[in-house]
């Protein structure tokens, strides 16, 4: 989802708690003033629920633009038969510790 889509989607919002995780942060002024007048254009939001929203969407661009590294190791072969090379950047690691963090909630949760 893109920003646009997202501001399309508040615009027939209801309120959904998706939130298994609480943090809280501190906003310059700026950033603070526009996630108010966000709530203001979006009355049927709130503001933890407009932030987890941009969080969730700059987080899905940054896993987007996350560039690719090749390394020397054929991992595969397109369907032209070239050789698709392992990705060495930070992309695998993300994603193992992505994942690693899903996995630990999870038995938190489990155990809770």
Request: zero cysteines.
């Amino acid at each position: 989802m893109n920003v646009r889509e997202l501001m399309s989607s508040w615009e027939t919002a209801s309120h959904q708690e998706n939130g298994e995780e609480k943090y809280q942060v501190s906003l310059p002024l700026r950033d603070a003033s526009r996630i108010a007048a966000l709530t203001g254009l979006y009355p049927g939001l709130n503001q933890n629920e407009i932030i987890a929203q941009l969080i969730g969407v700059a987080l899905d661009e940054v896993e987007r633009q996350m560039p690719y590294k090749q390394g020397k190791k054929v991992v595969s072969f397109d369907e032209l038969g070239d050789p698709l090379y392992e990705d060495v950047g930070l992309t695998p690691k993300y994603l193992q510790l992505r994942h690693q963090f899903a996995q630990n909630h999870n038995q938190k949760k489990k155990s809770a």
